[in-house]
């Protein structure tokens, strides 16, 4: 009568099990052979779609970053406000505070900065207008990330499209600005006070953009030293795991979230700063340039380890260079590059999950079958 | 007996490193109740769902009514005839008794309820339940919950009926009623399993009881011809004094004075009616009642994580001597009054600990604040980590390892071992022994006994009657939020606290309102 009602189905040949942990080697064995094999399928698609050597086009990738001497000091800037951004977004994210809106709190940063560099200019000595500038970006950093996390703690909004508006309103901002300091009508804004040099961070050692590394390498140390080591690292860690824990150990939770988000609109704002002050000495609508989101993904990439982020942001402003140098170098669509980015950045993230999980061959009925 | 109903042949399952099932062999026979009997962990659960279809052996074969089955899905498994009532019931709240039981059945020609509600009549007659068709389940306590999942699987035709710890949720006149029910069923031919840890019901309601330690099957005796110890043997896998040792109450001084505790929850349920008890030092006060009777939020009333709209909490300080109001105190400010209150909540990873961190991050959780300055000072949690990993027997690779990663027993020492280094003068356990074995459930009984002969007042949430009877000195019950009786532990009976736990309420649903 069964064998009549039920029809006899294959057995799943594989399955899926967790791993209890794994060796720290093998663990980077498996990340080594997955940015292997991400070349390689880069590689079919290099040729099928452009006929280019792909060893050519790997080549011209690594030369976007250590081709010269100032496209390597180029990276390095790149890698510090990238590095910044994503140290800015680290605790909130640690503390499961969905910010998505760095790309506005830099950018509101940088508005600040520029408010004072435009306006204020050489009127005041230059050392008093550059701290000025720097505690404008780091305020209005603060209020842009402030605003959704007090509405978050006060009546429970959600952080996530909250902090996402926030960016658009700080976008049009600056494009209003833009439209009343420059009198021709352009969209684009000049450098500013390019012939005093006022308001911009000065050179050391002869590298432009040597105090924006230091500023961003001291910062890593510390926000590293924060989170794994100071009451308040530890108290956003308990809020971010378990807000019931929190309470039920007294933590006051909506200061926390408050507390945080000061610190993560702070160094957003700063990375305004340094992007206003140090780099591009004027402002736009592209200033955070998609950074606000890319940060993220370095954060969560280097599992919220500011160490691990230098690496997790160096491996992304590779990419984003090599792909910048292959498009014109061999005059190919950006497109290309961009695919060849997703491609391998896909390999590195989903490798994870065979250093989390393992696949097994079922083994069963041998007999009767 | 000719060909068994279920027949397993050497079922094996693994979840990573772990081993759930090893070359487990089982029959179950046709008019015949089998006890899986088992301690937490040992694999009896899993089994099960692989004869149910939620999970597929890695290897091992399992016959039905003699044929080799190979079932993949629940789906496969009905057309075997088998049903299986889980632990936590799976029914659509807003719909009725009979909606719920054709609710997923593809059956020919229209769709006709009056016939479906005939059928469970007939289903409920023939069998002794007492439930109506048309009762929505909102309104329906949990033993008729577990009524209408029983009923679903007989409407499916089910002759082999497997049933998941059935009796957790009940009173004892309810498990009585079931195991009438279960008795019928048994008598109209159909094989029943029923899993479970509790010896007295292994031997009141099966025929044959089969064991299971450790994912391993050790055997299968004649319910007639054993008893509780050598059962407990077979389960342990050495023998084991099932006795807890109850002190005298001595020096007993009123630590906790609740007096009329009203709470209404978020949603607008009254959760606590006017709750008043004292919870004496070197006493353990437990605490009984069917699950969500308030138990929760009692605790954390007086632990500050819930607010209260009238009454009052005192708290009368050892050492002074005087009486702290503790009424609507965040657990911070609770602290800071000097309150030694400990508290091992129901929720272990979810409240009591963080589970992503080691264990001395997790004991640090409770004291980080101390010492000034900015930053965490990890030697003291440490060296408090070594010795409670070291006193209680805590299986771990090392401190450092993620508490998630220890198995339930482990977790709950880290917890219990916590909240006692804090030399608590309160200390409230909910569910305390919950999915541990039967060694860790004796070492957490113990250390509240020793706790209670330091003078601190235990309170002790529990749902095991007999180890209320056995360890508490008064028990309170609660009933939809209300105490309906503070008894003597020594002179109560499993049937008194049952009516107790049910006095209150009709069918369920809360009288009040």
């Not at chain 2, 000097?338 to 963080?354: A, I, K, N, Q, Y």
């Amino acid at each position: 009568m069964n064998s009549n009602s039920v029809k006899k189905t294959h057995e799943p040949l594989f399955h899926i099990a967790k791993r209890n942990g794994m060796v720290w080697w093998k663990a980077w064995l498996i990340r080594g052979i997955s940015v292997i094999i991400s070349l390689l399928v880069c590689a079919v698609i290099i040729v099928s779609l452009t006929h280019q050597n792909p060893l050519e086009v790997y080549g011209a990738m690594i030369k976007g970053s250590f081709g010269t001497s100032r496209k390597f000091w180029a990276m390095l800037q790149n890698l510090a406000i990238l590095l910044c951004i994503s140290l800015a977004v680290t605790p909130a994210f640690k503390m499961k505070f969905w910010n998505l809106g760095a790309e506005g709190q830099v950018l509101f940063g940088g508005l600040c900065s520029m408010v004072l560099m435009f306006m204020v200019g050489d009127r005041i000595p230059n050392i008093l207008l550059i701290l000025a500038m720097l505690v404008a970006s780091i305020l209005g950093g603060i209020i842009w990330g402030l605003l959704p996390a007090l509405f978050k703690a006060k009546w429970g909004t959600n952080e996530s499209l909250f902090t996402l508006m926030m960016n658009y309103i700080a976008i049009q901002l600056v494009s209003f600005a833009i439209m009343v300091w420059v009198p021709s009508g352009s969209s684009v804004m000049g450098l500013v006070n390019s012939n005093t040099r006022a308001g911009w961070l000065p050179d050391l050692f002869g590298q432009k953009y040597l105090i924006n590394i230091l500023i961003v390498a001291v910062l890593t140390v510390v926000m590293f030293v924060y989170l794994r080591y100071s009451k308040h690292g530890y108290e956003l860690s308990v809020v971010g795991e378990s807000e019931n824990t929190a309470r039920y150990i007294g933590i006051d939770v909506k200061k926390v979230i408050i507390r945080t988000m000061i610190l993560s609109g702070a160094i957003c704002g700063l990375s305004g700063f340094l992007l206003v002050a140090g780099t591009n000495h004027t402002i736009s609508k592209e200033l955070a340039g998609g950074n606000g989101f890319t940060a993220i993904m370095v954060s969560w990439l280097a599992k919220f380890n500011p160490v691990m982020m230098v690496l997790t942001s160096l491996i992304v402003v590779f990419l984003q260079r090599g792909a910048g140098e292959i498009a014109t170098k061999f005059n190919l669509n950006t497109s290309l590059a961009d695919i060849l980015t997703g491609i391998i950045i896909f390999f590195i993230i989903g490798c994870e999950f065979f250093i989390n999980y393992k696949i097994m061959r079922t083994n069963s009925g041998k007999e009767g079958k | 007996m000719s060909t068994p109903a279920i027949e397993l042949k050497n079922i094996t399952k693994t979840f990573g490193s772990i081993t759930a099932n090893k070359n487990v062999c089982l029959t179950v026979n046709s008019g015949e109740i089998l006890s899986l009997l088992g301690e937490n962990g040992s694999g009896k659960t899993t089994l099960m769902n692989m004869i149910s279809g939620i999970y597929f052996p890695d290897a091992g074969q399992i016959f039905i009514d003699g044929k080799e089955a190979v079932i993949r899905s629940p789906k496969d498994a009905f057309d075997y005839k088998i049903g299986m009532i889980h632990q936590h019931f799976k029914l659509v709240d807003i719909f009725t008794a009979a909606e719920n039981v054709v609710l997923g059945l593809k059956e020919d020609g229209k769709y006709n309820i009056k016939e479906v509600e005939k059928k469970v009549a007939e289903i409920s007659s023939r069998y002794g339940f007492e439930i109506s068709p048309s009762k929505k389940i909102y309104e329906m306590s949990v033993s008729e919950k577990q009524t209408v999942e029983i009923i679903k699987v007989l409407y499916r035709g089910a002759n082999i009926l497997i049933l998941d710890e059935p009796t957790a949720v009940l009173t004892p006149q309810e498990t009585q009623k079931l195991f009438a029910v279960l008795r019928k069923m048994k008598e109209d031919g159909k094989a029943i399993v029923i899993i479970t840890h509790k010896l007295h019901e292994v031997l009141d309601i099966s025929d044959r009881v089969s064991v299971l330690r450790k994912g391993e099957y050790i055997g299968t005796l004649n319910t007639a011809e054993t008893n509780e110890a050598e059962l407990t043997e077979m389960m342990v896998g050495k023998k084991i004094s099932l006795d807890i040792n109850r002190s005298e109450p001595e020096n007993c001084v009123d630590r906790l004075k609740v007096e009329s505790l009203n709470c209404i929850d978020s949603d607008g349920v009254k959760v606590l009616s006017d709750i008043s008890f004292t919870a004496r030092g070197g006493e353990i006060l437990g605490v009984a009642g069917i699950a969500g009777s308030g138990q929760k939020e009692l605790l954390e009333a007086i632990a500050g994580l819930q607010k209260y709209d009238s009454g009052s909490i005192i708290y009368s300080d050892p050492k002074s001597g005087k009486d702290v109001n503790l009424k609507n105190k965040s657990p911070y400010q609770i602290k800071e009054l000097g309150v030694r209150l400990s508290f091992v909540p129901e929720d272990r990873l979810g409240m009591g600990l963080v589970g992503n961190m080691d264990i001395t991050d997790n004991m640090m959780l409770r004291s980080y604040r101390k010492g000034r300055g900015a930053f965490l000072k990890r030697n003291a949690p440490r060296e408090l980590a070594k010795t409670i990993v070291k006193d209680l027997e805590v299986v771990t690779p090392s401190i450092n390892t993620p508490i998630r990663r220890l198995s339930g027993g482990n977790v709950q020492k880290v917890l219990v071992g916590r909240e006692i280094s804090l030399s608590p003068s309160v200390l409230m356990t909910a569910y305390a022994v919950r999915g541990l074995d039967i060694n860790s459930s004796y070492l957490i009984y113990n250390l509240l006994n020793s706790q209670k002969e330091k003078g601190v007042a235990v309170i002790f949430v529990g749902e095991d009657l007999d180890v209320l009877i056995d360890l508490c000195d008064k028990i309170m019950v609660l009933s939809s939020g209300a105490v309906t009786g503070i008894v003597d532990a020594k002179t109560t009976t499993k049937e008194e606290l049952g009516r107790l736990m049910t006095k209150n309420s009709k069918g369920g649903a809360d009288s009040e309102q």
